[in-house]
């Protein structure tokens, strides 16, 4: 690794501590920005959906209902993309600016989305975290194999909506709680407008996003093409494409409902560099002498996607919701590797391996929400079922070059998912007080049977099959207390659980074994905190947190079994303030000067098994970020931001060896981003607009990694640039 000079660390040092000042600042924020209008309380917020041309800042946390979902108590964050310029090349670096816990894995290029949150398993391809769009999974198949190869792309989103304990009561399985994207929805202010976007940048980057969107009468439409490309930094073999389209009606149904239909169609193709290492020696890639050579020179993933969802909304009167949904999409996982892969060295094997996963799901689910008045004070129930079929054939081929497109095959298996939850909440409200008890009962059942295992059949074994019957019971207890002003005391005490994924129940390799009572990994979520919304551009979120993670999957040997249980614990605080509205009493649409800022402090051990008193993956003693955004809505954002981690392993066996390292060394990230519209008028009689968009990643040029793999360490990118051009019409 590159040595950077003092003063270049002391700067960083020093820009990162003054950016963090309005943690102390938004703390005082009750009595420096006291005004005589009213205090605002959580729960008079509703989020609703905007339309891409819309630029309101919304709530930063969840209200108490929202629709025919209760979020009364949990742990709630609200990462709404109009407060910073737009985003670019899907940085998820940039987009969790505001937000403590939730790391991201960088890859050198964008094929798939790595993230965990409070150090709860590898972030590779998100397996530990239920990501959602419009409360729909997106995931391959979030029980068998849960992991995230499309995500929409971040023009297409108003908001991020994540919500860490208690989110399994919600949404079902996964420990580290549901991240979920809430997309645009169609202005029909004219039949048809216009937008479309153009970004050019370093390594041969281009973006281009481009809505078609209106209405008449009671129907809405937006359709939208999005494709980026590049090669990113990496000498050979990292290049990508991606093209994605989505199609949304929305038709009112009456005077307090609608129908909303979504179809959505992406392909991807993406090359995998492979890793690095920092040792020294005969056909060894060594990271001082150059982080951007290539291991895999073949390897490359591809995906296909498609999806429909209907969904019908309708509200009666004020007190009751009711959203039913159904879905059903296609996926497909295809990747060839190239044989004999190690840590940092350069690959020689003459063959290669081929993959095809597909996931073909149908599924429906329906929520309703009632309120009704016991004394003076409002009662909210919530009640729903979700019911998914999820069909997911694998198979594996031998190809006979190191680039072979089609090959011999060698294994194959039939593997599918039945799934029944059936859940509900009541909030319980006394003047200040809410206490919410919810539970949910989950039905899984999981069948792999193998058609075909070359290795296991050389091997003198037979082949396998097996049905997997899981009941898991799922309790909760949320409460809130009105205190301060505008703020509240929140608890949350909540279960969630991590089913056996396909490759636990059968693992492909000839002698491996799978323990006869591999259970559930369970997770018990405890949180206690305050969050407030003190005055006008200021709030606060502070909160203690413990996740105990019991029956975590493991080897021991050769055998696949529950190895452990893991306690993640720590202190989260994020604030934000407005500095200059301390100057001014006019609306939000006025010039703000916003500092925001959050750390979190994880001490994180496995407590008992084979990997005792060691350090989970990925579970950083300190993280912190903090930014400065200067925004004048319809005009101008301009944002300076900045991620600091400390050291952590990427793997749960701590290993550092003379080949194999799996520290990651802190490393401090900083990244400009600017958005300007450099031109407002008429074209035709139609307001139209020519936005310009800039930024520079990685301002400093910090040469770092936070990934690493079984293959070797993945670098991450040093200084690159983007600029383009947006026209509205």
Request: hydrophobic share 40%; proline share 4%; net charge negative.
């Amino acid at each position: 690794m590159q040595t950077q000079i003092p003063f270049t660390r002391s700067l960083h040092a020093a820009v990162l501590a003054a950016m963090a000042l309005p943690l102390a600042a938004a703390a005082q924020s009750a009595e420096v920005l006291a005004a005589p209008e009213q205090a605002l309380r959580l729960s008079d917020f509703t989020v609703v959906a905007e339309t891409i041309r819309d630029d309101k800042v919304q709530a930063p946390f969840m209200p108490q209902t929202q629709g025919a979902v209760s979020f009364t108590g949990k742990k709630t964050i609200v990462i709404d993309f109009d407060a910073m310029p737009q985003i670019q090349t899907d940085n998820y670096r940039q987009a969790f600016s505001k937000t403590p816990g939730l790391l991201t894995s960088e890859l050198s290029n964008a094929s798939l989305l790595s993230l965990n949150y409070r150090g709860i398993g590898d972030p590779h391809e998100s397996q530990n975290m239920l990501v959602l769009k419009d409360g729909i999974p997106f995931v391959l198949d979030p029980f068998g194999y849960p992991t995230v190869y499309y995500a929409p792309p971040f023009e297409s989103v108003d908001r991020l909506e994540f919500v860490a304990g208690g989110a399994a009561l919600l949404y079902g399985p996964q420990p580290s709680g549901t991240l979920n994207f809430v997309t645009h929805l169609p202005s029909r202010e004219h039949l048809a407008s216009l937008t479309t976007q153009h970004i050019f940048g370093s390594d041969n980057l281009y973006s281009t996003f481009s809505t078609l969107e209106g209405g008449i009468g009671g129907v809405g439409y937006l359709a939208h093409f999005d494709h980026r490309s590049g090669d990113s930094f990496r000498d050979r073999n990292s290049d990508f494409e991606l093209n994605g389209g989505s199609v949304k009606f929305v038709l009112d149904a009456g005077r307090d409902a609608r129908l909303i239909v979504d179809l959505d169609a992406y392909d991807a193709d993406s090359g995998e560099p492979g890793g690095l290492t920092l040792a020294r020696g005969a056909g060894l890639l060594t990271y001082e002498d150059a982080r951007t050579q290539t291991q895999n020179l073949h390897d490359r993933v591809r995906v296909e996607r498609t999806a429909a969802v209907v969904r019908y909304e309708r509200d009666f009167a004020a007190d009751a919701s009711l959203s039913a949904s159904v879905w059903a999409s296609k996926f497909s996982r295809f990747s060839k590797r190239q044989n004999g892969s190690a840590f940092g060295r350069a690959l020689t094997a003459n063959n290669n391996t081929l993959t095809l996963h597909e996931y073909y799901t149908t599924a429906g689910e329906v929520r309703y929400r009632r309120d009704y008045t016991r004394g003076d004070d409002r009662q909210t129930f919530v009640v729903g079922a979700t019911a998914m079929q999820i069909d997911s054939p694998i198979s594996n081929r031998r190809g006979a070059t190191a680039d072979a497109e089609a090959g011999v095959r060698t294994y194959q298996a039939e593997r599918d998912s039945q799934y029944l939850a059936l859940f509900g909440e009541h909030v319980f409200r006394s003047g200040k007080l809410t206490v919410t008890p919810g539970a949910r009962l989950e039905f899984l059942r999981q069948h792999v049977n193998e058609g075909q295992n070359d290795a296991r059949t050389a091997a003198g074994r037979a082949l396998l099959v097996t049905t997997d019957r899981t009941t898991q019971p799922l309790a909760g207890l949320g409460s809130t207390y009105e205190f301060g002003r505008g703020g509240e005391f929140y608890a949350n005490v909540s279960t969630a659980y991590k089913p056996a994924t396909y490759g636990d129940l059968i693992p492909t390799g000839a002698a491996d074994t799978v323990s006869d009572r591999l259970e559930p990994g369970h997770v018990v979520n405890y949180e206690f905190g305050w969050r407030a919304r003190p005055a006008p551009g200021a709030w606060i979120d502070v909160s203690a947190f413990a996740i105990d993670y019991d029956n975590r999957f493991g080897r021991v040997g050769s055998n696949l079994q529950n190895v452990g249980r893991s306690l993640n614990q720590g202190i989260s605080a994020a604030a934000e303030i407005d500095l200059w509205r301390q100057f001014r009493s006019d609306d939000d649409q006025a010039l703000s000067l916003a500092w925001h800022g959050n750390v979190q402090l994880l001490d994180a051990e496995f407590v008992s098994g084979p990997l005792e008193g060691r350090t989970p993956q990925f579970a950083p003693k300190l993280s912190v970020r903090s930014g400065l955004v200067l925004r004048l809505p319809g005009r101008l954002k301009l944002a300076l931001l900045g991620t600091y981690l400390s050291e952590h392993f990427a793997d749960d066996g701590n290993t550092r060896t003379a080949t194999a390292d799996w520290l990651i060394p802190a490393y401090t990230v900083f990244d400009l981003t600017a958005e300007a519209y450099a031109w407002r008028g008429q074209i035709a009689g139609r307001d139209a607009a020519v936005a310009v968009l800039a930024g520079v990643n990685n301002l400093f040029d910090e040469d770092y990694w936070s990934r690493v793999r079984s293959n070797g360490i993945d670098p991450a990118n040093g200084r690159n640039f983007y600029a383009g051009l947006r026209f509205e019409f």
